[in-house]
């Protein structure tokens, strides 16, 4: 079982930045893909950034403003967002694959006012 915690969210300006953290727990581990995803009001819910060991992959809208990154030691996923756009408005929600299985925390919500 894995249980994944986000923290970081609020209300910023636009332009501003804002760093999330998402931590887990349980049978999870270096390995397992972890990412960042976004579900604003009305629309799905779609991948902002995801790291997989070294690897990370990015929405094209967020490229150079966004970094995602991970400490394997404290079984924590940050996401480090620059220059936030009015658009970038919703819950941002942690995931982790673990042997087949998608986890995802509770959310974290960014409000973005313009």
């Known amino acids: 079982q894995v249980q994944l915690v986000e923290s970081g969210g609020g209300l910023v300006q636009a332009g501003e930045s804002l760093r999330l953290s998402c931590a887990a727990s349980?049978?999870?581990?270096?390995?397992?893909?972890m990412g960042w995803y976004r579900q604003a009001p009305g629309k799905q819910r779609e991948l902002v950034a995801r790291i997989t060991r070294g690897d990370t992959t990015y929405a094209d809208s967020v490229k150079g403003r966004f970094t995602i990154s991970r400490d394997n030691a404290k079984k924590t996923v940050y996401l480090q967002m620059n220059s936030l756009k009015a658009e970038e408005t919703g819950v941002y929600f942690c995931?982790?694959?673990?042997?087949?299985?998608?986890?995802w925390g509770q959310g974290t919500q960014v409000t973005v006012s313009s």
């Open positions: 349980g049978s999870i581990f270096s390995t397992n893909p």
């Open positions: 995931n982790a694959l673990v042997f087949g299985n998608n986890y």
